[in-house]
């Protein structure tokens, strides 16, 4: 692979260095200032992609430039942040969040800041983790795309305790291969991956060929959670109008996490089944598919003789399209937009706030410490203008 000299600008919206020297370079793990030599994997639509093996191929260091707490970190796709301070990480954060937000901050009367929500800690927080395993080579971890490898990841710093106990005892004289061998006794497939999910019960369940969060979605970081669904509570209850026949709608409800501590009724849908004992006694789940064409109609009919008063949208990486429709019929008060994924929640909005919603708060939680991952939390108000 190519060597090419680099001068990092700044940071782009996924924690990456940009360099213009002689072509313009996205380098991860750099800061701006920094001078150096990195590695070039990726050359697509004029633009190059590169990283740096390690510290020594700096060559002028930033002054916010720290050790890595992680023995993994220079080779290990998971974390992004960890060669700076923890001010730098969500600063970048923030950067990044308002710098994706600004065509529709922009033309806002007042100037809105996002609001920051600091993770209570950086690392040990992690309730689970996929692993990616390949048989022949006997390698078990993350896999690296760049230097098409899978990094083996023993010593994982943002694990919770009981998550990173389990993963060790996995590597331990490489017991993942007899766990793989005793799943699929005739023949196990070469490749695959193992989830470790840490649900707080005496051990952690470990999965293995299952799809992602195959019990059903649940936030990583339980403590900055709670936090979230804390914050929600106590806007929406300052936002609700107190009436018997109002409801609020908690889409991509999950098992209704978000709205269980509401003490209003509220329906939450979701297309994955929940089972019932986690929902509060105001809540009510449906089980829908909220992407397919004619979900409207179907929202219509489960709020029949009711008052939508709020709606709060979780939906996956994908964002949703077309919330605009849901938004005109239903006219809520007030809608909680929450994204992950920053450029979707750029897409899903704009038309929201074409219609005359007004976006009045935006907040950042960092779910994800350590990596260029966090949560926005998008608040919008019906305007004055339009009808009840
Ligand atoms: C980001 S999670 C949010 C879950 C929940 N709000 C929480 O806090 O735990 C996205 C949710 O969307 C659900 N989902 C994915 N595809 C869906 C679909 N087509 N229709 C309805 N829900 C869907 C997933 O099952 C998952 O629970």
Redesign the pocket.
Known sequence: MEQRPFEIEHIDPLGQGVSKKSKITFIEKTLPGEIGQATIYKEAKGVSFGFIKNADDIELESKDRVDPECPHYWECPGCQYLHTTYENEILFKKQSLERHLLPLTNSLPESIEATLHFAIRRLQYRNRVQLHYNLPKKKLGLKNTKLNEIIEIPDCKILDSKTENELQSLYNGKKWLELIKKSFPSSASKKGHIEIYNQDKDSPSIAVNKPYSHL????VFEEMNLKLKKFLTEKAESLLENSNKNIIL?L????G??TRQLRTPVIV????QINDHSLSPYQTFHK????QKNILQDLVALTKNKKVEGMII???RAGIKGLEKWAEYFKPNFLFF?S?NPSVLKRDLAPIIKIGYKLNEIHLFDLFPSTQHYETVVLLTKPNGLPK
């Open positions: 059903g979605f649940s936030q908690d991509f409800g999950g098992n996490n978000l849908i979701d297309s994955c829908k598919n909220l992407y979780d939906p996956p929450i992950c």
